[in-house]
């Protein structure tokens, strides 16, 4: 039986955690389970909500302290969410690296629709804010890659180069060598 109760209070809990959190709605226990919020922002939140609920990101951005662009990312990352929207501001970067390079651009244009998705899909939408630093990490990889693979080349014509040398002096010491036979 006990066992029973500590599985389902982990459950609870597991359910907690990856749920999302309406600022708005949250008790301090609540937006402390956010990653990179504290007591002492939890507490900041709460006294500026006394005030009026907050109407969008920018509205929090501005009348917490502390609250900034990135951190308003990564607490919407981690399912906070103000009126049921994730953090806009997040797409805004990727979309703006996007214009850079051309993979990233279909995956930019779906970034903004995940931002307005309800409450509900904050698990999605976390992990499609995570996307850009796979392929940032992705990117990294593929250069590191090209610049081995362009190393071996390079290496690979220096070999053949110097081969050929070998094999120019062995020709050409060939004929020498048949003419001190005869």
Known sequence: MLKKILALVAML????CFAAVDVNKATAAELD???GIGPSISTKILDERKK??????????????GVGEGNAAKFSTEGLTVNGSSFKGAAAAPAAAAKKDEK????ADAKPAA?????????AAKEEKKDPKAEAKAKKEADK????????KKAEEAKAKKDA???AKADAAKPAASAAKK
């Open 145 to 152: 890659k090209a610049k081995a693979e362009e190393k071996m």
């Open 13 to 16: 809990y597991a359910a907690v």
């Open 33 to 35: 389970s956010i990653k």
């Open 104 to 107: 990233p651009a279909a995956k």
């Open 165 to 167: 040398g070998k094999n």
């Open 115 to 123: 931002a307005v998705a309800p409450a509900a899909a904050a698990p």
């Open 52 to 65: 009026g609920n907050f109407k969008d990101w920018n509205d929090l951005v501005e009348r917490v302290k």
